[in-house]
Each structure stands twice: as structure tokens, then as C-alpha cells.
């Protein structure tokens, strides 16, 4: 399989959590790979890399987007940021941060704050998209189902941020028939998991992204940067039974 085409947007979860879980990923291995990134390309924010995805030369184009909302993200991944002045996207979910309860309860996990989100909103680095309210599999839930939980993630967003959500990730990257025309009317942009690059998808709802995992290294995360999960990933859709985009 040949390199992937338009802007590789990257999923981060977990920063130096130490829990040993792939979607984390130790703070050292987290500067590497933004060293290597600014060395081999440009980082840019997600409305750029959407508006420009299908036209020629993206493919050294990075976007930083990290789920859910933990603190060790604020904590530790932000003043990285800060320091080189590189864009992101948080996509949040709001019950986590609104209760104060984790999303994977068992420690280490702790849930990213109202006042730490706005205090990254405030410098102009981060987008801040939409991940629901309770981060369930949307393939399960019926279309009005996934509208009340969507809308509810909406109002705690801009009642305590004042911004209103304009893009939103689907939680484990799972695309829903059903949830699809609610997120149309509700955002303008949406992603899901790994898949073709980005610059082969003319559906601005169904944008691939790349997970960057505990056990990825040095090699596999350039491969990564490079091809993606294209294999990789069509054996997870056939294990897991999914079909979507």
C-alpha cells in the first residue's frame, strides 16, 4: 500500500499517564514525535487541514487532536505546546469534566477541568470540538438518542466556555448511520478512526485519523506518518465486525 494522501491527522488520548494502556503515550515519546513532526513537515490547525485535504502537496501537513480531556493533557502536553506555539484540537467530553468523575475510572485518569480548558482556549492554540456528552458507542443509540446526548454536550460547552462546538469526533471512531444526519445539522466537520488518508475522503463527516499508540516507537510512528494503519486497520474492522468509514 502506497503513502496516504492530504494532512495526517493524528489522535492523542493520555500523556505520562503510566498506566500502561495504548492509547497513552510517556511524555518522552510525546516530545519526540513533535520534534520529528516539526522536522518533517508543517503542524497546522484542524480548519486548515479540512479546508485544503484534497489538494496536492498536504501530505507534510500535521494536526494534533487529543480525546475525551484528561488532565495529564493539560498538564503535561500543553506546555509543550504553549512553549513552541503549535495548534490543536481538544474534542471533550463534557460529562467527565462537568462531574469531575473519570472517564475510565481506576486512577490516572482524571478528568480535565472547565477552568483548564478555558485557560487553553484563551491562547488562541486550540480548536475545541465536541466528543458527546457520555462518550457511548453511537452505533447503538437511536437518532434522537444521540441528539439529546450531542446537544447536551453543546450546552455545557458554550455555557461554560462561551464557544459554541464546530467540529466533533465520534467516540472509538465509530461512524453511525443513525447519529450521522444529527451531526450534520450540528457541526460543520467530523471524524472517525483510522482508515484512507484524509485527502480521499470528499465527506467532510467522515475524515480518517491516526491513533499514535504506547507501542508505536520511533520506526512505527514515522511509518505511520507515512502509511497510515491501512493494513492494520482492515484487519481490526474484520475482527470487530465494522463496516464504516
Known amino acids: 500500500m502506497g503513502p496516504l494522501r492530504g494532512p495526517r491527522i493524528l ?23 513533535m520534534d520529528w513532526l516539526a522536522d518533517n513537515g508543517e503542524i497546522v490547525d484542524l480548519e486548515t487541514a479540512l479546508a485544503t485535504r484534497t489538494q496536492p502537496g ?8 487529543f480525546d475525551d480531556g484528561y488532565d495529564d493533557m493539560f498538564r503535561l502536553a500543553y506546555p509543550l505546546l504553549l512553549d513552541r506555539q503549535l495548534p490543536f484540537t481538544l474534542y471533550l467530553t463534557t460529562h467527565p469534566t462537568e462531574s469531575g468523575e473519570p472517564l475510565f475510572p481506576g486512577g490516572s485518569a482524571e478528568p480535565i477541568t472547565w477552568d483548564q480548558v478555558k485557560t487553553m482556549r484563551e491562547s488562541g492554540l486550540m480548536t475545541l470540538g465536541a466528543h458527546t456528552h457520555r462518550h457511548g458507542d453511537m452505533r447503538t443509540t437511536s437518532r434522537g438518542e444521540a441528539r439529546e446526548d450531542l446537544e447536551r454536550s453543546n450546552e455545557l460547552i458554550e455555557s461554560r466556555t462561551g464557544e459554541r462546538p464546530r467540529h466533533f469526533t465520534y467516540p472509538w471512531g465509530y461512524w453511525s448511520a443513525d447519529a450521522d444526519p444529527v451531526v450534520r445539522d450540528l457541526y460543520v466537520s467530523a471524524t472517525v478512526g483510522s482508515g484512507v488518508g484524509s485527502g480521499d475522503q470528499a465527506d467532510e463527516f467522515k475524515v480518517n485519523r491516526i491513533p499514535v499508540q504506547l507501542s508505536d516507537g520511533v520506526v512505527f510512528f514515522k511509518r505511520k506518518m507515512h502509511r497510515g494503519l491501512q493494513a492494520e486497520d482492515k484487519l481490526r474492522r474484520k475482527l470487530r465486525g465494522y463496516a464504516g468509514p
Open 58 to 65: 498536504t501530505e507534510n501537513q500535521y494536526v494534533l487532536t
Open 11 to 33: 489522535i492523542y488520548h493520555q500523556i505520562g499517564a503510566g498506566l500502561g494502556r495504548e492509547m497513552e503515550v510517556s511524555l518522552s515519546a510525546f516530545k519526540a514525535q
